[in-house]
């Protein structure tokens, strides 16, 4: 298997396959600093459905369940971040002014 890739990279076969192989997921990750929001509704959902698969006790009305705490934890979200920039762009000033 490890032959024959090498043999893809070196025939240059498939395009682009060496940096695929060569990407380090921690060291190297994705730049995608402006599209992080995208990225907030399935980490909401896995929260959802690992937080609910562990507490309930029947299964029924599960996605149901899973929905709802998936919508909560997104409004949440956008509320903190609402309330966060309020905070620093009124609060902070008043309290901290800077020296003239």
Do not use: C
């Not at 959902?45 to 690992?50: E, K, R, S």
């Not at 705490?69 to 901290?96: D, E, H, K, W």
């Amino acid at each position: 298997m490890l032959a024959s890739l090498h043999t893809l990279v070196a025939a240059n076969a498939w395009p682009g396959l060496a940096t695929t192989l060569a990407w380090r997921p921690f060291l190297d990750p994705l730049d995608l600093h402006r599209q992080w929001f995208f990225l907030l509704v399935p980490l909401a959902l896995g929260i959802a459905v690992t937080y609910r698969g562990v507490r309930v006790n029947t299964f029924e009305k599960y996605w149901i369940k899973t929905l709802i705490l998936t919508v909560q934890i997104v409004l949440a979200m956008i509320l903190l971040g609402a309330a966060s920039y309020l905070f620093i762009q009124f609060a902070v000033p008043y309290l901290l002014p800077m020296p003239d």
